[in-house]
C-alpha cells in the first residue's frame, strides 16, 4: 500500500483506517446511474477487491449518467460491469476487480455477494432490492442501499435520493420504508400468477416501461453519501446512519429519526440464518441452485 499515495486518507482516518480498506471485499450490486459513481470512489479511496455485478447492456438513453462510458461504447454495446472495471482500471493500478455479468438473482450473483465483506445495492427495482435485503440479511453481510428520485407531488417537484445503511440487524430498506412491498411482490410473482395478471388487466409487467427520470448530479450526491457512510462504519470512525435523506429541492441531507418496524420479518427474522432461510430455493432457477 503506497503511503504517499493514501496520505490525505491517512490524516483523516488513519493507516488503521487506510488498511481497513485496502483489506474490504465490496460487491457493487447495479453498476449504472448510481453503481458507477459508487465504483469509482470506492478505487479511489482504497479498497482492495471490488466484485461487479450486473448483467446489463449500456444504452444511448443511459450515457447521460454512465461514469466511465465513451461515445464508442454504443456501437459495441458493453456489459456494464465491463464499462465500471474499465473505470477502475483507468483510475488506480492496484485494485483487484472481478466482472460477474449476471442479474444477483443468479447461482454466481448470489455467490458473488456471499464472498464478500459489504454490499452496495445500486438497483432502481424493489423486486432486486428486496432479494437482495434478504441476502446480506441471513448472511449477516452489511449492505449500503442507494438510490435517486425524482417525483411530483401534489404539483411540486421533488428531487433528491437516499441512502440506508443495513449494518448489524437492527434496520434495513424494508423496515425503514425503503421498498414497495407491492411492487416487489408482483414483480417476484411466479410465471403463472403473471400470466394471470396479463390475461385480466392486458398488459403484463414486461410491457410496462417504468423507468423515470434520472440525472448524473442527484445520483453523485447520493452515491458519495453513501460512500462516505461506508468508510465512516469501516474505519470505526462513526456507525454509519440508518437513513440519509437527500432533498435536493431543499438544499438539505435529513437524518431520518423514524424507528424501523419492530416485527420486521427480514432483520428478526432472517438475520444470520444462513442456508436455512432456504432463498436459494425461493429465488434462483434449478439449474442455478447450489451454487451459491
Not at 246 to 270: H, I, N, T, W
Request: a negative charge.
Amino acid at each position: 500500500m503506497s503511503i504517499e499515495r493514501f496520505d490525505r486518507n491517512i490524516r483523516f482516518f488513519g493507516r488503521e483506517g487506510q488498511e481497513k480498506l485496502r483489506g474490504a471485499h465490496v460487491s457493487v450490486v447495479g453498476v449504472g446511474g448510481t453503481g458507477t459513481h459508487v465504483v469509482q470512489q470506492l478505487a479511489y479511496l482504497g479498497v482492495g477487491k471490488l466484485s461487479l455485478i450486473d448483467d446489463g447492456h449500456l444504452k444511448v438513453t443511459s450515457r447521460n449518467r454512465y461514469i466511465g462510458s465513451q461515445p464508442g461504447d454504443i456501437a459495441k454495446g458493453p456489459l456494464k460491469v465491463a464499462i465500471a472495471a474499465r473505470l477502475v482500471e483507468l483510475a488506480v493500478d492496484d485494485v483487484s476487480v472481478d466482472e460477474f455479468p449476471f442479474s444477483v438473482i443468479s447461482g454466481p450473483g448470489f455467490a458473488a455477494v456471499l464472498q464478500s465483506d459489504y454490499v452496495f445495492g445500486c438497483v432502481d427495482d424493489d423486486a432486486i432490492r428486496l432479494v437482495l435485503t434478504q441476502l446480506c440479511a441471513a448472511y449477516r453481510k452489511p449492505m449500503f442501499d442507494v438510490a435517486s428520485d425524482i417525483e411530483e407531488l401534489e404539483g411540486k417537484l421533488r428531487y433528491g435520493g437516499r441512502v440506508c445503511a443495513a449494518i448489524d440487524g437492527d434496520a434495513c430498506p424494508l423496515c425503514l420504508g425503503q421498498i414497495d412491498m407491492a411492487e416487489a411482490s408482483l414483480a417476484l410473482a411466479d410465471v403463472a400468477a403473471r400470466e394471470q395478471r396479463k390475461r385480466m388487466y392486458g398488459v403484463g409487467l414486461d410491457d410496462l416501461d417504468r423507468a423515470g427520470p434520472s440525472v448524473v448530479s442527484l445520483n453523485g450526491v447520493v452515491s458519495s453519501l453513501a460512500v462516505t457512510e461506508f468508510m465512516l462504519q469501516v474505519t470505526g470512525i462513526r456507525r454509519a446512519r440508518r437513513l440519509l435523506i437527500y432533498r435536493g429541492d431543499l438544499g438539505k441531507v435529513l437524518v431520518s429519526m423514524d424507528e424501523p418496524y419492530a416485527d420486521c420479518f427480514v432483520c428478526k427474522g432472517l438475520w444470520g440464518s444462513g442456508t436455512a432461510a432456504e432463498l436459494e430455493k425461493k429465488y434462483l432457477r434449478k439449474e442455478d441452485k447450489g451454487i451459491a
